[in-house]
């Protein structure tokens, strides 16, 4: 028998108050429920990033996260990254002019994952090397790219933090 859980979280800035099953995991909640499509299902075992969303402000995979623990939280998908006046965000504006988007299946956890790691490195007032960018994309794959224009975007982004 299944048991339900209400919750209370933020999505994308609008507050949400939902009765859920307790074995609900996030990606489904985001996709099935809210339909949010821009989450990718991808590997469904913590492996590709395609899932990921921030929490908080934390990239997390949404497949191995239960939904019930968004209670109280704020979360963001990659549609909460738009707005009316800017439809792209800086970060997927990078990713178009430097040829890093082929099938796109990976490119909206990698943009939610740079925006994380740019936040961070902001707060520490710090411009990353090469080296961090590439590891802070670590958990993230691609089958189309080669990976390479994904991290020259990532990092012209990353470097030039007035964007
Ligand atoms: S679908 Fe979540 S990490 Fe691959
Ligand atoms: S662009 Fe196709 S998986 Fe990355």
Do not use: W
């Amino acid at each position: 028998m299944s048991s339900f859980t209400k919750i209370k979280f933020n999505v994308n800035g609008q507050e949400k108050h939902l009765r859920i099953k307790s074995s609900l995991l996030l990606i489904d909640l985001i996709r099935d429920v809210l339909k949010l499509k821009g989450t990718k299902p991808g590997c469904l075992e913590g492996e590709c990033g395609a899932c990921t969303v921030l929490v908080n402000g934390a990239a997390v995979n949404s497949c191995l996260y239960l939904a019930v623990n968004i209670h109280g939280k704020e979360l963001v998908t990659i549609e909460g990254l738009s707005t009316v006046e800017h439809p792209l965000h800086p970060i997927q504006q990078k990713m178009l002019e430097h040829g890093a988007v082929q099938c796109g299946f990976c490119s909206c956890g990698i943009v939610l994952e740079t925006k994380a790691f740019s936040d961070e490195c902001r707060k520490e007032g710090k411009i990353p090397t090469r080296r961090e960018v590439k590891k802070s994309l670590e958990g993230h794959l691609c089958r189309c790219t080669g990976y390479i224009k994904i991290i020259d975007a990532a990092e012209d982004y990353l470097t030039h933090p007035s964007v």
